[in-house]
């Protein structure tokens, strides 16, 4: 019997006009398209996974970029029903992490005789336990049927801050239109000229203490966490990145050194406020291409914690920890957040590691970074 599969979709994705292709791809690979959704048609519906897993669906497919994938997780997370990606976005941070290929032909085959790989993800609630309201028709909290609340999902990265200016434009409709493959240098350029400073604080838990590595002090011994230890932060930031997928960039495949899609812990990146000169070393000093990914310590370096042990950069002005979770909270006005680049909620908002690993087809011979 063919794999039953349902294909969701985004009209605006990268490479949206391949969809057609795409589902001869999938019907190549044998398997049985019993349904294609757009996107939108889901935003006000409850999770969707375990009636279409009731139905005898065998896969749901996210035909679309990083944005798209978001929003079918969230779908479809607490149902054990596996995630097939075909990568029809601009940047496909989340299918590049995974090792599914670019081709369409190739990411079809994968979801039809690949192995299924258990992932980490994202989620999020508001951290006043209440609906808080998003873009107009997007709430952060989604109410079921019976009024109770579910989280919202992401599988790349939830951020507050620049990023979301720069998402606004970029997925601007109209701008897609107008500017076509410019839209993502014509969103830097404004969000740059933007550069709007946040008043935030994040409170964690489950921190990771760092262990000692090659570039610490000799004396350094590794650390572990009390109930004395300061756990929050409070600065002026540009930017907070709450990130799980090790990958992103695009075709650059920019990595966090140490990262995982499977060790249970989100990586929290904060720029505090910066000029650009300094904003863009210290990007460059954290980041690097996935086969040349290194510590962020220069050799010789002495590593310092600015906030508290769980500091992982020395470099000033930008904050790196690992942890289970964080309330993150923004003064005076709630601020909107993006999920895996799509706004999709405000602050204050919570956010942890989902309890559940998704299941997600991906090919035989990969493994997480």
């Not at 940047?91 to 005789?113: C, F, K, M, T, Y």
């Not at 964080?326 to 919570?350: L, M, Q």
Request: hydrophobic share 40%; net charge negative.
């Amino acid at each position: 019997m063919p794999q039953r599969i349902i294909l969701i979709h985004s009209p605006h994705s990268g490479s949206s006009s391949k969809l057609p292709d795409a589902l001869k791809h999938l019907e190549q690979a044998g398997l049985e398209v019993v349904n294609s959704i757009s996107i939108a048609k889901l935003d006000d519906l409850p999770a969707q996974g375990t009636p279409w897993k009731e139905s005898g669906v065998d896969v749901a497919i996210a035909a679309g970029g990083d944005g798209l994938v978001a929003g079918v997780i969230t779908h479809i997370a607490e149902s054990g029903l596996p995630l097939g990606i075909l990568p029809l976005g601009t940047s496909n941070d989340i299918a590049r992490a995974l090792h599914i290929p670019q081709d369409i032909g190739e990411a079809a085959q994968v979801i039809a005789q690949g192995k299924e790989q258990e992932v980490d993800v994202g989620a999020a609630q508001s951290a006043e336990q209440a609906t808080h309201l998003g873009t107009p028709s997007q709430p952060v909290v989604a109410s079921t049927q019976d009024g109770s609340h579910q989280y919202a999902y992401f599988a790349h990265a939830l951020t507050v801050g620049v990023n979301v200016q720069f998402a606004r434009i970029a997925t601007n409709v109209a701008t897609r239109k107008r500017f076509g493959r410019m839209t993502y240098p014509y969103a830097v350029l404004k969000t740059a000229a933007a550069r709007d400073a946040l008043d935030i604080r994040l409170e964690f838990e489950g921190l990771a203490m760092p262990q000692a590595t090659a570039t610490s002090q000799a004396t350094e011994s590794p650390m572990h966490t009390t109930p004395e230890t300061l756990t929050s932060l409070r600065c002026r930031a540009l930017q907070v990145a709450v990130i799980n997928t090790p990958i992103f960039g695009g075709q650059r495949e920019f990595a966090i050194a140490g990262s995982s899609f499977e060790d249970r812990l989100l990586d929290i990146v904060v720029l505090e406020q910066m000029d650009m000169g300094t904003l863009g070393k210290n990007i460059a000093r954290s980041f690097a291409p996935k086969k040349q990914a290194v510590a962020p310590m220069l050799p010789g370096e002495k590593r310092t914690f600015t906030h508290h042990p769980a500091e992982l950069s020395g470099i000033p002005g930008m904050h790196h920890v690992q942890a289970a979770g964080v309330t993150i909270t923004t003064s005076a006005h709630p601020k909107e957040v993006t999920f895996d680049g799509e706004v999709r909620g405000r602050t204050p908002i919570y956010v942890h590691v989902a309890e559940k690993q998704l299941r997600v087809r991906t090919p035989d011979k990969a493994s997480t970074p």
